[in-house]
């Protein structure tokens, strides 16, 4: 089993909708995570941490849950500008390593 | 602006020719960097941790005397791909971080073709 798992996608949703992602993690001792946006053809950037309290930076809210080992990420109101692959990614300590799931990618339309 | 910088962003070489792509912190000194190696709808997988003063750490199934990293200093560190070959060509990437915890930052990729 892979230690991050994400639906590829790609989710096509019309510009103004809501849009939920989900990701699923293996390693109970992973202690923080992330949500990172990478363009086509360009370096992953931080979008946004991800806490059990969970956590809302403008139209986007992410949660955590220990219990169940996922993280979601939700879009409200989508943007054209949305259009990306996003990464879920576990910080597992000893070093600041990262894993990175393989992505979801989201394409929002007119 | 860019707080990691990756050089070359692009690079074509020929199958057997080696290949040096550059990864240095603008703001911060970083003593650890990491290196990604990202194909084509995949995600992007650790290679090394590049260790200042010391050897580099690599992942399992990465081949150390191919792929050579130094890191001279704390600003810098070199991933050299040897005797290139098509199979490696990819999105390289570094990131690093100015401690422990702190945010971890990305390079700005480098596409290497081997043809």
């Known amino acids: 089993r892979k230690e991050v798992e994400q639906d590829p996608g790609p989710f096509n949703v019309p510009e103004g909708a809501t849009v939920a992602f989900n990701c699923t993690y293996s390693?109970?001792?992973?202690?923080?995570f992330f949500w990172y946006r990478q363009d086509c053809r360009k370096e992953p950037k931080l979008l946004m941490s991800?806490?059990?309290s969970g956590n809302e930076d403008g139209r986007f809210t992410a949660q955590l849950n220990r219990a169940s080992q996922y993280i979601s990420l939700l879009i409200r109101d989508s943007k054209l500008s949305d259009s990306a692959t996003y990464l879920c990614?576990?910080?597992?300590?000893?070093?600041?390593?990262?894993?990175f799931g393989t992505g979801t990618q989201l394409k929002v339309e007119l | 602006g860019a707080v990691v910088s990756q050089h070359p962003s692009r690079v074509i070489c020929k199958s057997g020719t080696s290949v040096k792509i550059e990864c240095r912190s603008l703001d911060f000194q970083a003593t650890t960097m990491f290196w990604y190696r990202q194909f084509p709808k995949q995600s992007l997988m650790l290679m090394a941790t590049?260790?200042?003063?010391?050897?580099?750490?690599?992942e399992q199934g990465v081949e150390k005397d191919k792929f050579l990293i130094n890191h001279a200093s704390l600003t810098l560190s070199t991933l050299t791909v040897t005797s290139a070959h098509p199979e490696d060509s990819s999105f390289y990437i570094c990131?690093?971080?100015?401690?422990?915890?702190?945010?971890?930052?990305f390079g700005e990729g480098s596409w290497l073709t081997v043809v």
């Open positions: 590049s260790n200042e003063g010391s050897k580099a750490t690599y």
């Open positions: 991800v806490y059990s």
């Open positions: 990131s690093a971080s100015s401690g422990f915890g702190n945010t971890i930052y």
């Open positions: 390693n109970s001792a992973s202690q923080s």
């Open positions: 990614v576990l910080y597992r300590g000893g070093g600041n390593k990262l894993t």
